[in-house]
């Protein structure tokens, strides 16, 4: 069974009174229409500043809203620890807020199963190379604060989901996956996905995404992508100096971003894949 059958599979086997679950990692809703607006945020990269101004836009109501997190929530930027804090609060706060774990989320896990917080920075491992760096020195100064809390922000960390199935037409998830192979077979490798999905997806789903940077595409560029396939790509480069993070209302198809116009927008027309 691949990935988009399975999916579809345990949704369609939900009590009709479930409004939204998680199992095994994939977060399920039967109907979108439970949902007054279906909300996805995009890489954050540490940027709590960043996530505070585009919050405050978007006006989140957690009895009506589904809000999703696509991942990349931390490294980069100089403020992981109180990113993750604030996804933890709201997601315990709110009976519809979905946290899906990015790359940089998986690298991160990778290093504390290997090294511990009370030890100096481990500069050979890969994570800490790749924007790890300034998360480890939010983390340790938060351990060094309140070690409990440190352990509950970890926890959460090893709780994130990694796909979303909202109703039969939408699919949230970091960076893509493979449609033909099982879910299982590509637990860690769908984190990574580029252009393989991107240019590949002929489903009939919207799948929202992160990971790939809309510069990516078009170095000035700063509103998210819209592909003739149905896929949406929200990373606006928010570790960027003129980049930011976006919100993706799915439904009504319009967005927020942290910089700029206040106002909500509408997504742009779709467009054929195009890699710069
Ligand atoms: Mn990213």
Redesign the pocket.
């Known amino acids: 069974m691949n990935i988009i059958e399975e999916l579809d599979k345990r949704r369609r086997r939900l009590s009709p009174k479930t409004r939204l679950t998680s199992e095994n990692g994939m977060v399920l809703a039967q109907d979108s229409n439970a949902f007054r607006r279906i909300l996805a945020i995009g890489?954050i990269?540490g940027s709590y500043s960043r996530l505070m101004r585009l919050f405050d836009r978007i006006d989140f109501c957690p009895q009506e809203d589904l809000l999703i997190f696509l991942g990349?929530i931390v490294d980069r930027g100089s403020e992981s620890a109180e990113c993750l804090r604030f996804l933890m609060d709201l997601q315990e706060e709110s009976p519809a807020v979905a946290v899906l774990t990015?790359n940089?989320e998986a690298m991160l896990m990778d290093y504390f199963e290997k090294n511990s917080i009370r030890e100096p920075m481990n500069t050979n491992h890969g994570w800490i190379t790749s924007g790890g760096a300034p998360t480890y020195e939010s983390l340790r100064a938060l351990y060094d604060v309140d070690a409990h809390l440190y352990r509950d922000v970890l926890g959460f960390l090893l709780s994130l989901d990694h796909i979303a199935a909202i109703g039969e037409e939408f699919l949230f998830t970091h960076a893509g996956f493979y449609p033909g192979a099982s879910y299982e077979k590509q637990y860690d490798s769908m984190l990574w996905l580029r252009e393989e999905f991107l240019r590949d997806y002929t489903g009939d789903k919207t799948v929202v995404v992160?990971?790939t940077p809309v510069q990516c595409f078009d170095r000035r560029r700063r509103a998210p992508l819209v592909f003739s396939n149905g896929v949406i790509d929200c990373?606006t480069g928010s570790f960027l100096p003129d980049g930011a993070i976006t919100c993706v209302d799915v439904k009504a198809r319009t967005f927020w971003q942290s910089e700029g116009e206040k106002e909500e927008r509408p997504l742009p027309p779709p467009i054929p894949i195009a890699l710069a």
Do not use: A, I
Request: no cysteine; net charge negative; aromatic share 0%.
């Open positions: 890489d990269h990349d990015g940089h992160g990971h990373d």
